[in-house]
């Protein structure tokens, strides 16, 4: 499905604009379009680039959030996961986490037990649907030698054992969300990226009850600094963090606010080595939590939850995050495996959780539940507003803003066709509730022609699920696009999808291809060659000169840089 910067479109009219193409923007107007409502999503930068890339990588109930007692996100999340691993097995995928129990441990082991046994319980129908190689097991005990055997860099000294239990891994949240960007598209959204909300559309006459009445919004395209003025009869704020900023071009308060909290992630060379495959879920003594998950033939580890004033465009990750993740992990790492130094950071994430303001007393045990606002008791009619939530729980949230729409007066009775996602694949999958192993499988033994290895495909079909055959398409018409674009085995893209990500998944910078399109970007640092290899192939994709290419790279690498400015201290 070709995702079209047709900027035409936006003289069109629509019954729903959504600002914001996270996943909750997205899912949104997935359920719009879906139910045959004419949809345009906008996002200021590209899909999926604010904290729906930065997440922890799971669609998972969020085991922790049973201690604040948050049971209906739990059991929300927990139902999500499996309609998200039924709608997209090729991209959500089980993996084992293993809770150690230290007899310092606080909560103490028994506790951790009945949480993890809780976590199963509420997760009651998680098989329903499941082929049988996706069925995820109970949890159980792993004792202390057999859990130093799987997971040897553990600190040995007072441990117990763990719990043991399964989550699933979003392994690419950016495909994942393209793949439901997709499914919206398909079903007639337009979606245009690089294109801001930079004020409202009015009706020219208040409502009967004095209230303002919305219209749609103005426009500014980022590219070109052209604005637009789209008409829509209703408009949703899937602004995530940016929401109340949105709101501020109203010039009204509507007393909806977001709690902001920055959460960093550490990508670093595998601890204990490639062999361990399990996500440690550790607390430290500090009493804080971290994961370690195995990643890409790395380790992935956070996050932070830092309560943050700032505008999501002025955070990023600082010395103090890493410090805090790297004494965390620390932590829980034996004596007789080395520490993790900053030497060992490969890279960082950063994503703003555009969390519900509630009573908690920090942003750590702040509700993850999400609230649909609708600004008509405020005197704005026909704009909705979304707070809170989570990556897994986007499609809910999705499904239940359009049910409210569908109702709403701004809709005037259209008429709708019936749309259940809850048991619909998303566009590209090999099929809903299907094992993806036998696909996986028989993409080694279709078009060998092409002379790609055996990783490459999988890791095209896994990324692309059906479409992967129209990147294959890609390399038969031009051979040299099977060409990988890194010397680093661990890092599999080859240059038919960077080709792919402009002409056909809307990608416009050389950030959009190599952080959302590829998966290049999302490891680390990425060399200049990695960057050249990228620019050869899109520049002139997108219209580039020589010149526009080379300052294209330079503009890049300089962007890379700036981060890892921002937290490193020593040279590496
Ligand atoms: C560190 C961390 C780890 C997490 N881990 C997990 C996890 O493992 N599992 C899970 O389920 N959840 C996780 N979450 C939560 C989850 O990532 C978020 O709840 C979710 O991604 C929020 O999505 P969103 O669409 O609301 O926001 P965003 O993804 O931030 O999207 C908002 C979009 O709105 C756009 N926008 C803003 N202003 C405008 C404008 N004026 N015009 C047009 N567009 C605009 C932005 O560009 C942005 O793309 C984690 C969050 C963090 C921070």
Not at 193 to 218: C, I, K, L, P, Y
Not at 276 to 303: E, K, N
Not at 343 to 370: C, F, M, N, Q, W
Not at 461 to 480: C, F, I, K, M, N
Request: proline share 4%; net charge neutral.
């Amino acid at each position: 499905m070709r995702i079209e910067r047709d900027l035409a479109r936006l003289d069109d009219p629509y019954d729903v604009i959504v600002v914001g193409g996270g996943i909750t923007g997205v899912c949104v107007a997935r359920e719009t379009a879906g139910r045959g409502l004419r949809t345009l999503l906008i996002d200021k930068g590209d899909f999926g680039h604010g904290t729906s890339s930065a997440t922890s990588k799971y669609i998972h109930g969020g085991i922790r959030y049973l201690e604040t007692y948050q049971f209906g996100v739990v059991r929300e999340s927990l139902r999500e996961r499996r309609v998200l691993a039924l709608a997209a097995p090729h991209l959500v995928s089980q993996q084992r986490f293993l809770m150690p129990a230290w007899k310092w441990s606080k909560p103490p082991t028994a506790l951790i037990g009945a949480g993890v046994g809780l976590y199963a319980a509420l997760g009651f129908d998680r098989n329903r649907y499941m082929p049988e190689a996706m069925k995820i097991p109970l949890p159980r005990w792993i004792p202390r030698q057999r859990l130093l055997r799987d997971v040897p860099w553990l600190d040995a000294d007072q441990l117990q054992g763990a719990f043991a239990y399964h989550d699933t891994f979003n392994t690419h949240p950016e495909r994942l969300l393209l793949e439901f960007l997709k499914s919206a598209v398909a079903a007639g959204a337009v979606a245009l990226n690089h294109v801001e909300a930079t004020g409202f559309v009015f009706a020219d006459e208040h409502h009967a009850d004095g209230s303002m009445v919305v219209r749609g919004v103005q426009v500014t395209d980022r590219l070109t600094g052209q604005r637009h003025a789209v008409r829509g009869r209703a408009v949703v704020n899937a602004g995530g963090p940016w929401m109340d900023l949105v709101l501020r071009h109203l010039q009204r308060p509507l007393g909806v606010k977001v709690n902001r909290s920055k959460g960093v992630h550490l990508l670093t060379s595998p601890v204990g080595g490639t062999g361990v495959t399990d996500t440690v879920f550790a607390r430290a003594r500090s009493g804080h939590h971290v994961i370690v998950s195995p990643w890409q033939g790395y380790s992935f580890i956070g996050p932070t939850d830092t309560a943050v004033d700032l505008a999501p465009d002025a955070v990023g990750v600082d010395h103090d995050d890493v410090e805090l993740i790297l004494s965390t992990v620390n932590d829980t790492i034996s004596n007789g495996f080395p520490k993790l130094t900053e030497a060992d950071i490969e890279g960082t994430t950063v994503g703003i959780r555009p969390l519900i303001v509630d009573e908690s007393k920090d942003s750590y045990t702040t509700s993850r539940r999400h609230e649909l606002y609708d600004h008509a008791p405020a005197g704005v009619r026909h704009l909705w507003s979304i707070g809170g939530g989570k990556w897994t729980t986007g499609r809910a949230l999705g499904e239940e803003t359009a049910l409210a729409l569908v109702k709403s007066d701004a809709l005037d009775g259209a008429a709708v066709r019936a749309f259940d996602s809850r048991r619909l694949a998303v566009h590209s999958s090999f099929g809903w509730a299907h094992d993806p192993q036998p696909y996986f499988e028989a993409v080694l033994r279709t078009r060998a022609e092409l002379g790609l290895d055996d990783a490459t495909r999988v890791h095209l079909a896994r990324l692309y699920g059906t479409e992967h055959s129209r990147v294959l398409d890609l390399v038969e018409r031009t051979p040299q696009l099977a060409q990988r674009l890194s010397d680093d085995p661990r890092r599999l893209d080859i240059a038919a999808q960077a080709a792919y990500a402009v002409t056909e998944e809307s990608a416009c910078t050389l950030a959009d291809v190599l952080d959302r399109r590829l998966v290049i970007g999302t490891l680390g640092r990425v060399s200049r060659a990695e960057v050249e290899r990228v620019a050869v192939v899109v520049g002139p994709l997108l219209g580039w000169s020589i010149e526009q290419t080379s300052a294209a790279v330079e503009a890049e690498l300089g962007r890379r840089a700036a981060i890892e400015i921002g937290w490193r201290r020593a040279t590496v």
